[in-house]
């Protein structure tokens, strides 16, 4: 099989190539210009010759139409003579015409004949040697250039299955957040295989379904996302069956860690080519790094969440201690995201920076109720235990290893841009910059915040009263961009509606 497939490309190469190549075009012009006919194979029925060039030939050297079955005889047999001998083989027609045919080889094999004719002399013997070397390079060079674009294909899928693994391992050193990994699993997908359309499905807890997480679709008509049961249509059958299910137009490709997790499903390539055995091997590879990346981010979403869970109960219990009502922590979660971007902050540092605005005072827990819910000005020595909750709450964190990143936040929060601040009178630059974010959110959301003992100050007094302390209590960079965020409409929409629950 794999010599039919190489012979037919060779045939292919050479009969597209011939009249183009220098040393064919060099010959034709020593020998008078006569003309070149190749076939792959010899036809059947000899009246088939007919309606090749040589018919037309025939025609136009004067053969009459009852002596052109004659001639056309003499081709066959000389044809047939020479794949049989696989050697050259002259003859002689028409009224004055001379003409050869040789067999095209490769290993032993004839893969097609090539016919020179319409010339007026026989080729002496010593020219004839020259052109049957001539016409056995041409074929060794086809066969070189046959064999390095087999060797290319063999090596591309694997040169980009190698590219592949290294990009997908890039990917999940970038991020473990699955919202941000499939659609960058989907366009790489799409990008390497040349496709219009993927589709990434995960399956659902009871394995019994795949659900639509991700689609990036190139195309003008988009699909709609929509689950499949295990077992139908392409997706379906490649997690059934463990393995890719490729048709012209579709390939399905199983996502596999330790345990099948979803599919991997490409639509229409871009040349509206078939997919190719190729493109099935390069796309097992990135399913394989891609299960690792996927499996991975799914841990640490469940760790996420259990982590996220666990500052919810605290935080809760801290909002209960100290009587806070209404607490809007969507919008100061939002203010929190918005700001740290303006810093140029990166996903995991912003969360860090989110979950400290949730458990800031959690030191609170060792300072007395009549201290903490005092109406009147504190005593110096109740200012000294209030002083006191950042290191304890750090110390009391500490203890909750997912949480040990947001320690520094919650130590030095309470520090401020002058050096005024506790509990290591830090200033300026030396205060961590989510230390520094924190100073002003969390002041801005205690001075809007209703609190048993006291009301809350209006959103546009509590923003002047934060701009009056740039520069003392917090860092002027952040106070900058804290009044554009929290001016925005779509933040105080957000604040006025949780505000008023």
């Known amino acids: 099989m794999f010599y039919e497939e190489h012979s037919a490309l060779m045939y292919k190469k050479i009969s597209l190539s011939w009249n183009k190549r220098n040393e064919i075009l060099s010959l034709t012009r020593y020998l008078k210009n006569p003309m070149w006919f190749l076939l792959s194979e010899l036809p059947q029925d000899i009246k088939l010759f007919k309606q090749t060039p040589i018919g037309e030939h025939l025609k ?17 047999e000389n044809c047939q003579k020479a794949i049989k001998n696989k050697a050259v083989e002259q003859f002689f027609y028409g009224t004055n015409y001379h003409g ?13 004949i090539i016919i020179l004719y319409g010339m007026r002399k026989s080729v002496k013997t010593k020219l004839l040697s020259i052109v049957v070397s001539l016409i056995d390079t041409v074929v060794r060079e086809v066969e070189k250039e046959v064999e390095l674009e087999e060797l290319n294909e063999t090596i591309r ?28 699993i989907a366009r790489l997908s799409l990008q390497v295989i040349r496709a219009n359309r993927c589709s990434i499905k995960l399956l659902d807890k009871k394995c019994k ?20 049961a295990i077992g139908r249509y392409a997706p379906g059958k490649a997690v059934k069956h463990s393995c890719s299910i490729r048709g012209d137009s579709f390939l399905a490709t199983p996502l596999i860690d330790e345990n099948l997790i979803g599919v991997i499903t490409l ?17 097992k590879t990135l399913a394989e ?72 005072d959690a030191g609170q827990i060792g300072v007395p109720e009549k201290v903490l819910m005092k109406r009147g000005e504190l005593t110096k020595e109740e200012y000294e235990i ?50 520094r974010i924190l100073a002003v959110v969390a002041s801005f959301e205690a001075m809007i915040t209703i609190k048993s003992y006291r009301k809350a100050l209006p959103l546009e007094k509590a923003i002047e009263e934060v701009k009056k302390s740039s520069g003392k209590q917090f860092d002027p960079k952040v106070v900058k961009f804290f009044e554009e965020v929290v001016k925005r409409a779509d933040v105080k929409k957000l604040l006025k509606k949780e505000l008023k629950k």
């Open 289 to 360: 790094q891609s299960a690792i990346a996927i499996r991975n981010a799914q841990l640490f979403q469940e760790q996420e969440d259990l982590t996220k869970g666990s500052i919810k109960c605290i935080s809760q219990l801290l909002e209960t201690r100290a009587h806070i009502l209404n607490r809007p922590e969507g919008a100061i979660s939002k203010i929190i995201t918005l700001i740290g971007r303006n810093f140029n902050m990166n996903e995991s540092e912003i969360k860090r920076l989110q979950y400290a605005a949730m458990l800031h």
């Open 386 to 435: 209030i002083k006191m909750h950042p290191v304890r709450g750090a110390s009391l964190l500490s203890k909750i290893k997912p949480l040990k990143s947001i320690i520094p936040i919650i130590l030095y929060h309470h520090e401020n841009y002058d050096g005024s601040g506790y509990p290591k009178a830090l200033r300026g630059q030396s205060i961590p910059l989510s230390a």
């Open 100 to 112: 050869l045919c040789y067999p095209l080889m490769y290993e032993d094999m004839v893969f097609g």
């Open 267 to 283: 639509y229409d390539k871009l040349d509206a080519e078939p997919f190719t055995v190729f493109d099935e091997e390069i796309m």
């Open 209 to 228: 379904t795949l659900l639509p997480k991700c689609t990036i679709d190139l195309r003008k008509k988009k699909t709609k996302l929509k689950k499949v």
């Open 60 to 76: 136009n050297i004067g053969v009459s139409p009852d002596e052109i079955p004659k001639e056309l005889k003499a081709f066959y």
């Open 157 to 184: 899928p694997r040169a980009i299955a190698l590219s592949t693994v290294h990009t997908v391992h890039r990917l999940m050193g970038t991020t473990l957040d699955i919202g941000e990994l499939l659609p960058r």
